[in-house]
C-alpha cells in the first residue's frame, strides 16, 4: 500500500522533471532573451551583464539545472515584458483562478451527484425527463454565453451582484482570497456559477449513466434481494460504485479549468491567470510562459496523484499489491 | 396442508407487455413448499424458473408484471404488498440466492459489512451482536478462519467461497424460505456437489424451505424432495423426487432424466429431446411440446392437457390414459 502511494508519487515527480525540460527547452530555442531585454542602444557591457545575472553563460546542463533549482525556490525569473519578477506575477493571479475553479466544481459536485443519483433512479418520471433536458442543454451552451446572461440579469438589470472584479480579498501571506469578505464572495458568485452550469451538467449526465449501469448489476439486484431498503441500496452500494468515472472525470475537469479558465476570466475581467497568459503569449514573455507550463502541469500532476490515491482509498482490488489493472474513464 | 404450506403459488400468470404485444411468460403455475421441504424446479433454459422465483421474491425486471394468480408465504398474500412491506420480507422471510457468486458481492464493502448491514436492516442487533452472529454465520458455511475472512473484500475469496459467503447472507436474517436460482451452474465442477450438499444441510439444519431451480436433472436428484419439471412457462409434471426419477410420466420428463449421465450409464442410450422450446410468441396450439414429441397424437395438436393425477405425482400429458402407446 506504501509502496504503492510512493510509486505513484514517484511517477509524478517524473512527469514534472520532463515538463520542466520543455519549458526549460522553450529558453533555448526561442530567441535570445538579451536581445528581447534590452533595447538597441544597449552597450556589450550591459548585455554581458545581463547575460551572467540571467545564468546564460553557463554550459547546457548547468543551466537546465540552475532552472530546475531556481523553479523549485519559485523563482522563474524576470518577466521580459514588464521586468517583474514572474513568481510574484503568478502569485497575485494564480489564487484568484484557484478559488474560481475550486469553488465552482463544489457546487457541481454538490448539485450534479445528487442530481445525477435523482434521473437515474426515478428514470422516466416527469422531473427526471425535464432534468435530462436541461443537462443536455447546459453541456451545449459555452460558458461565456451564460457568464453574458447572468451579467445581464443579476447585474444590469437587477443590480445584485457586481458584473467584473473580484471583489475586496484577505490576505494570508503571499495567499489572497475573497471568500472571507462579503464583496468578494459576491464578486464570486456569478463566474462561479457560469463555470459550474457546464460542469454540473456534465457529473449529472456522468452520474446518471454510471448508476443505470450499476442498478443492473448482480450485487445490487441481490442488496434488494437481502431486502436492504432503498437508501442502501442507491447509495452504499450503486452510488460508490459509480465514483471512480466521477473522480477520474472531476480532476480532468479541474486541470481543464485551470488551464482554460481564460473566457470566464475576460467576461468577469477576473484577475486569474487566464489574462497574465495571453498578455505572455502576445508578448512573448518566455518566462511568464515557462512558469505558466510549470505551474498547469504541476496542478495537473497534483490532481492526477490524488485522484490515483482516491482510487486506492475507494477500490480495495487495486491495493493489492501487484494489482496492475486500473480504473479509466469510459 | 395448504395452511401449513411455506410458500404457495396459485394460478401464477406474469406478462412482459412488450413494442409487439404481450408475451406471456408464465402461464398459470400452481405449486407449494411445505416446512423444511426443497422443491426441485428443474427445465431447460427460458422454461419460466428464473420468472418464477423473481415473482416470489417481487422482483420481476421492469416491465414484467403479475398478471394473475395469488403467491401466499407463511400464509399471507404477498403478490400485492407494497414495496416497503415486501423490502421487510426479502430476506427475512424470503432469502435468494443467484446464480453468480462472482458478480453477486458488492466489490468495494468487506463481507463481514455486507453480513452486518444485513442483518441490521432485519434484526435489533448491535453492530457488535452482527458482527458475533456473522462470524458464527461463515463458520456454519463452511469458510476456515472466519473471524480473519469477515474483513476481507469479495475479491480475495474463490468462486466457491463466494458462493458460501452469498449462502450466508441469504440466510443471516433466517428467512422462512430460500429461492436458490442455480446456486451452482456458475462454479467448478468439482465445487457444486459440496455446494449443494452445505445448501441441503443448512436448510435443514433450520428447517428452512427451498425452491432450488436447476437445469441439472441430477442436482435435483440428490438435493430436492419433491420436483416441478417446467416446461415453457408451465409446470408439465411435479411429483416427489424419487417417483418421478423412477417412473416419469412426461415424455419431457423422460427426456431431461435421460440426460443425467449418472443415472443412463448402464443404457448405453442417452435419451435426447430434439428441437428447442417454442418462442413465446410463437406457442403451438394444444401442448406445447408436441412439436417435439415423439408421441404426440392428434388430440395433443389440439388440446392443452391439464395436470392430471398419475401416481404419487402430477402430469400435463395425454398419454396418461393410455399408458400403452408410450412403449415406441
Ligand atoms: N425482461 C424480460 N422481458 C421479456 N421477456 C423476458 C424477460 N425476462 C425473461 N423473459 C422471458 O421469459 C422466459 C422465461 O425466462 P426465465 O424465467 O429466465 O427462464 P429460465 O427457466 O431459464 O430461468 C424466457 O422465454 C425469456 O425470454
Ligand atoms: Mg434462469
Same mark, same amino acid.
Given at each position: ?87 510574484? +506575477?503568478?502569485?497575485? *493571479? ?5 478559488? #474560481?475553479?475550486? $469553488?465552482? /466544481?463544489?457546487?457541481?459536485?454538490? !448539485? &450534479? ?13 416527469p422531473i427526471a425527463r425535464l432534468l435530462t433536458m ?79 449501469e450499476v442498478l443492473r448489476t448482480d450485487y445490487v ?10 437508501? +442502501?441500496?442507491?447509495? *452504499? ?5 459509480? #465514483?471512480?468515472? $466521477?473522480? /477520474?472525470?472531476?480532476?480532468?475537469? !479541474? &486541470? ?75 | ?328
Amino acid at each position: 500500500m506504501i509502496s504503492m502511494v510512493l510509486r505513484r508519487i514517484g511517477n509524478a515527480v517524473a512527469v514534472m522533471v520532463a515538463v520542466a525540460f520543455v519549458a526549460f527547452m522553450i529558453f533555448q530555442f526561442l530567441g535570445d532573451p538579451v536581445q528581447l531585454m534590452l533595447n538597441e542602444q544597449a552597450s556589450q557591457a550591459e548585455r554581458d551583464a545581463l547575460r551572467i545575472r540571467l545564468g546564460l553563460d553557463q554550459n547546457f546542463v548547468m543551466q537546465f539545472m540552475l532552472f530546475i533549482t531556481r523553479a523549485l525556490h519559485g523563482d522563474f525569473g524576470i518577466s521580459y515584458r514588464n521586468q517583474q519578477d514572474v513568481m510574484s +506575477l503568478i502569485a497575485e *493571479r494564480f489564487p484568484a483562478t484557484l478559488e #474560481l475553479v475550486l $469553488v465552482s /466544481t463544489i457546487i457541481a459536485l454538490s !448539485i &450534479g451527484i445528487p442530481l445525477g443519483v435523482y434521473a437515474a433512479i426515478r428514470k422516466g418520471s416527469p422531473i427526471a425527463r425535464l432534468l435530462t433536458m436541461f443537462s443536455m442543454i447546459g453541456v451545449s451552451i459555452p460558458s461565456f454565453v451564460i457568464g453574458i446572461l447572468l451579467i445581464l440579469i443579476f447585474a444590469v438589470q437587477l443590480n445584485w451582484l457586481p458584473a467584473f472584479g473580484r471583489g475586496d480579498v484577505v490576505h494570508f501571506g503571499s495567499w489572497t482570497t475573497g471568500l472571507l469578505t462579503p464583496s468578494g464572495r459576491s464578486a464570486l458568485v456569478m463566474p462561479a456559477l457560469s463555470l459550474a452550469l457546464f460542469q454540473i451538467s456534465f457529473i449529472m449526465r456522468l452520474v446518471t449513466a454510471e448508476m443505470l449501469e450499476v442498478l443492473r448489476t448482480d450485487y445490487v439486484k441481490f442488496a434488494r434481494a437481502r431486502g436492504l431498503p432503498n437508501r +442502501l441500496v442507491h447509495f *452504499r452500494h450503486a452510488l460508490r460504485n459509480c #465514483l471512480m468515472p $466521477v473522480v /477520474t472525470m472531476t480532476g480532468m475537469m !479541474i &486541470g481543464d479549468l485551470i488551464a482554460f479558465a481564460l473566457v470566464t476570466e475576460t467576461v468577469f475581467q477576473w484577475p486569474g491567470m487566464g489574462q497574465l497568459f495571453v498578455q505572455a503569449v502576445m508578448f512573448i514573455d518566455m518566462p511568464v510562459m515557462a512558469a505558466y507550463l510549470m505551474i498547469v502541469s504541476a496542478m495537473f500532476v497534483t490532481i492526477n496523484t490524488i485522484v490515483d490515491l482516491i482510487y486506492l482509498w475507494v477500490d480495495p482490488r487495486l491495493r493489492q499489491a501487484g494489482a496492475a489493472r486500473g480504473y479509466h474513464a469510459h | 396442508m395448504a395452511a401449513e404450506a411455506v410458500l404457495d403459488i396459485r394460478n401464477l400468470v406474469v406478462e412482459f407487455p412488450t413494442r409487439r404485444g404481450v408475451l406471456t411468460a408464465i402461464r398459470g403455475i400452481d405449486l407449494t413448499i411445505g416446512r423444511g421441504e426443497i422443491l426441485g424446479v428443474v427445465g431447460e433454459s427460458g422454461a419460466g424458473k428464473s420468472l418464477t422465483g423473481a415473482a416470489v421474491i417481487g422482483l420481476l425486471e421492469s416491465g414484467g408484471r403479475i398478471a394473475e394468480g395469488e403467491i401466499h408465504v407463511c400464509g399471507r398474500r404477498i403478490d400485492q404488498l407494497p414495496l416497503r412491506e415486501m423490502q421487510k420480507l426479502r430476506g427475512r422471510t424470503i432469502g435468494a440466492i443467484f446464480q453468480d457468486p462472482l458478480t453477486s458481492l458488492n466489490p468495494l464493502l468487506t463481507v463481514g459489512d455486507q453480513l452486518i448491514e444485513t442483518m441490521r436492516v432485519h434484526m435489533p442487533l448491535s453492530r457488535a451482536g452482527a458482527m458475533a452472529r456473522a462470524v458464527r454465520l461463515l463458520q456454519e458455511v463452511g469458510i476456515p478462519s472466519p473471524e480473519l475472512r469477515i474483513a476481507q473484500y469479495p475479491h480475495q475469496f474463490s468462486g466457491g467461497m463466494r458462493q458460501r459467503v452469498v449462502i450466508a447472507l441469504a440466510l443471516c436474517a433466517e428467512p422462512e424460505l430460500v429461492i436458490a436460482d442455480e446456486p451452482t451452474t456458475a462454479l467448478d465442477v468439482s465445487i457444486q456437489a459440496q455446494i449443494t450438499a452445505l445448501l441441503k444441510r443448512v436448510c435443514r439444519d433450520r428447517g428452512t424451505a427451498m425452491m432450488l431451480i436447476t437445469h441439472d436433472m441430477g442436482v435435483i436428484a440428490e438435493t430436492a424432495d419433491r420436483v416441478a419439471v417446467m416446461y415453457a412457462g408451465r409446470i408439465v409434471e411435479i411429483g416427489p423426487v424419487a417417483s418421478i426419477i423412477r417412473a416419469p410420466r412426461h415424455p419431457y420428463t423422460k427426456g431431461l432424466i435421460g440426460s443425467i449421465p449418472s443415472l443412463t450409464q448402464r443404457s448405453e442410450r442417452l435419451v435426447q429431446i430434439d428441437g428447442s422450446m417454442p418462442r413465446l410468441n410463437a406457442m403451438p396450439e394444444g401442448c406445447a411440446f408436441h412439436p417435439r414429441c415423439r408421441f404426440a397424437m392428434a388430440q395433443c395438436r389440439r388440446e392443452r392437457p391439464p395436470l392430471m393425477p398419475a401416481g404419487t405425482s402430477e402430469a400435463a400429458c395425454w398419454h396418461l390414459n393410455g399408458e400403452v402407446s408410450h412403449v415406441a
